[in-house]
């Protein structure tokens, strides 16, 4: 007996259809990660990181929050976090999956209804699987279908209360989501809107705190926002009403059951928001970048509603993107092949992302590279 068949039949399966992955790492100029604002090697969290230990400030929680794994770091982080983002309490998590998928799974309740846009993250969808309400997915950005949906709901004698999953960003397609319009219809159901900012925190916003603005000041308004992305490290922080973090507190099982992450993770993702915060010529070289990008990329098949420092080249088949990939790799940019089902089938894409890892002539060059792989591509 072959215990091993299924999966290698369906790694087959996935290495025949062009979407089998495999592990590479960084290499080249970085037009594939999400340290948007290059802090993820940068010496001043180094050196944070280096005083912090020399101050004795531990690398290791020992324990959950619960039991003994609490820190001055952690609490500190979540109570600048509160008042720097216009929040009633913060709770920190080792990742924004980890965040999303206690969120969904521990909030909403029976009776309740989750409406998640179709491109939500992959761990809004794990956290409502393993949740206690119903949830309907609604077409990408499309208020009127959220609108009717929940109006349906309640005409069909939905009573408990529903919520709206957003990101403020969506990280495939560049593009962003109406919070206004989201908030509107939110305020209008008594709803709860939950905004995924993790591609926008650092990158957008007043002093970093992403396009959610006053909106995320609202009672009836979650946000989340990822510390592993533009602000260098990890962990996710969700922003909230005092009474929703305390019943996280007691009912969250990846919370209760987890280590707690480093007090160290939680010293620098706080050093990183005051970091961001008082140096606004960090989003500033990053929209030069973008602003650069959009006129060198003129032409090429980007996804609609770009408005970001997300480039999607779209491909559509998913042989073509990875060959693609692999030929701007050999010359030395660090640019992946995204394909189904991260995004729709017949969407693969290459995925450009700027940061200020890299340089205006490495975009300027990147353009001329990416006109030529397309170039072959069409002509194979």
Known sequence: MDRFKPYRDQLAELDRAGRKRRLATSAGRD?????????????????AAQAAIAKGIAHGSGGSRLLGGNHPEHEALEAFAAAHYGAETSLFFGSGFAANTALFATLPQTGDLVLHDELVHASVHDGMKLGRAAYRT???????????????????????TAWIAVESLYSMDGDRAPLADLARIADAHDAMLVIDEAHAVGVFGARGSGLSGRIGEQENVIVLRTCGKA???????LTMPAILREFFINRARPFIFSTAPSPLTAHLAHQAILHVAENPALQSGLADHV??????????NLASGQDSQIFPV?????????AMAERLQSQGYDVRAIRPPTVPAGTARLRVSLTLNITADDIRSLAIALREALAMAEAA
């Open 291 to 300: 602003a650069l990008a959009r006129s060198c990329f003129a032409g090429l």
């Open 314 to 322: 779209i491909v559509g088949d998913d042989g073509t993107a990875v």
């Open 31 to 47: 037009f594939s990660s999400n340290d948007y604002l290059g802090l993820a090697r940068s010496s001043f969290l180094q050196e």
């Open 231 to 237: 602000l260098g490290g990890e962990g996710g922080l």
């Open 138 to 160: 609604f077409p990408h950005n499309d208020c009127n279908a959220l609108d009717q949906e929940i109006r349906a709901w309640r005409a069909a004698g939905g009573t408990g």
